[in-house]
């Protein structure tokens, strides 16, 4: 096993990453910045050193720096996290350039997947489905508007270089088409550096599924169910669970499989998301985007499959066999995330502030990851996201209860925060049917 890991990433992750070394018994290495000195994560970690300042263009994306950081610490191996330099393919050669382990999938797998307009016609040679869409980016306006009358309206504009729900518009016409081809199209050259935009089918009415894959290190892929993801705000989830109410096993059987060609078309190793629209009324899924990292929402996954994840990341980057038997996987009750954000239960904008009160619930099947205590002042430089409470019990019915009761005696006070908006949620018919799409949040407000 990895003898020292440094984490290169910040807040409830990196002390997630942290607890699994701990418990593993590997020495781990905090990266911080200015700004985040005070962090659960810098004073749980074994050692830490300050990358730079507040932006994360000079800290947290600083290659350079973290780099430096591993080098004089003597780390042996970076986990990436999320987010920041996670699916960064030069800064993943790098690092393996350097001797050192890196842990997630290869650079050639990262560039694969990283431009959607790439990864789409990947998919669709490996036999995954597709939604009806461009095959290279539209060159200009007109190309746009051609695409999209071959198409049918209405149709989504996407930054083929985007991710997290950013760079994305709908347009219901040709009018509405030419406003956001220009919009996007600057936008993803600001954010990402490529203004390639593509055009796909969109579907008022669809559902957000995924599905985790684990690429192993003897060359198999291996499919840990699916996670539901349709409670979102600006296409930017809110809740994930799993399994997905909506996914029959029947369903599941194409979804996972479709899942694991994914990964094989590309030599994945390491933990992946294959991310999917399902149309509930014909139950077609397409293909959306793969993420190259670990998601945010994983811990419904190992509660339902039993698994650490983190765990399992470090044995295949160490050439280690899982933990469990990839022949014997089966999902056990049902988990629900939330994910507790420093924003205006309302209007989701952000709210950051100092951090004066912060008592988190416990109780059976009620686990949280956090990135913040007392004292601590959530600030403008970073996503809002606070914490992750996460549930479960025998059947989807019980972990909305333990949701409930969790959200009430959760207690934040400092910064705006989002728990007004799930205890809303978790008494929304709608959602307790099960029967929902990516629209709800919406209908709510």
């Known amino acids: 096993m990895i003898e020292s890991l440094l984490v290169a990433n910040r807040g409830e992750i990196a ?76 800064f993943a050669r790098t690092v393996e350039g350097s001797g050192l382990i890196w842990v997630g999938p290869d650079a050639d797998a990262i560039t694969a997947m990283g431009d959607k307009i790439n990864a789409r016609n990947l998919m669709a040679a490996a036999g995954v489905p597709v939604a009806p869409g461009t095959t290279e980016p539209a060159a200009d306006l007109d190309a746009a508007v051609a695409a999209a009358a071959e198409i049918g309206y209405p149709v989504m504009v996407k930054a083929a270089a985007g991710g997290g729900g950013m760079g994305m518009g709908v347009a219901a016409d040709e009018a509405a088409l030419r406003t956001e081809y220009d919009k996007v199209r600057a936008f993803a050259e600001r954010m990402f550096g490529d203004g390639s935009v593509l055009i796909e089918r969109y579907f008022p009415r669809v559902r957000h599924v995924e599905v985790q894959i684990l690429g192993l290190a003897d060359g198999r892929v291996v499919a840990l169910g699916e996670r539901e993801c349709s409670v979102q705000r600006r296409n930017q989830k809110l809740v994930e669970e799993s399994p997905s109410p909506a996914v029959s096993p029947e369903l599941r059987e194409r979804f996972l499989a479709a899942a694991v060609r994914a990964g094989e078309a590309v030599g994945y190793r390491n933990a992946g998301t294959v991310e999917c629209l399902l149309d509930p009324s014909t139950q077609e899924f397409f293909f959306l985007e793969m993420n190259t990292r670990l998601q945010v929402e994983h811990p419904v996954t190992e509660y339902v499959y ?117 205890a809303e949620l978790l008494e929304n018919p709608e959602f307790l049917s099960g029967d929902y799409d990516t629209g709800i949040v919406s209908r709510m407000r």
């Open 306 to 422: 039993g698994v650490d994840l983190v765990e399992e990341q470090l044995r295949v980057a160490a050439g280690l066999a899982p933990t469990f038997d990839p022949d014997a996987l089966a999902p056990r009750g049902h988990a629900i995330e939330l994910r507790i954000n420093a924003e205006d239960p309302k209007r989701f904008l952000p709210g950051p502030g100092a951090v004066t009160t912060w008592n988190e619930p416990t109780g059976t099947g009620v686990r949280v990851d956090s990135g913040y205590v007392a004292g601590n002042t959530v600030t403008p430089f970073y996503d809002s996201l606070m914490a992750k409470l996460i549930v479960s019990g025998d059947t989807r019915e019980e972990a909305v209860e333990r949701a409930r009761a969790a959200v009430a005696q959760f207690e934040i006070a400092g910064p705006k925060c989002n728990l007004p908006f799930f």
């Open 15 to 90: 002390r997630r990453i942290i607890r699994t070394g701990r418990r593993l018994g590997i020495r781990t290495i905090a990266v911080h910045s200015e700004a985040d000195g005070a962090l659960p994560f810098v004073t749980e970690a074994d050692e830490a050193v300050c990358v730079g300042p507040a932006n994360p263009a000079q800290s947290y994306r600083n290659a350079d720096a973290i780099l430096d950081a591993a080098r004089s610490t003597g780390a042996q191996a970076i986990h990436p996290g999320y987010g920041f330099l996670s699916e960064n393919a030069d």
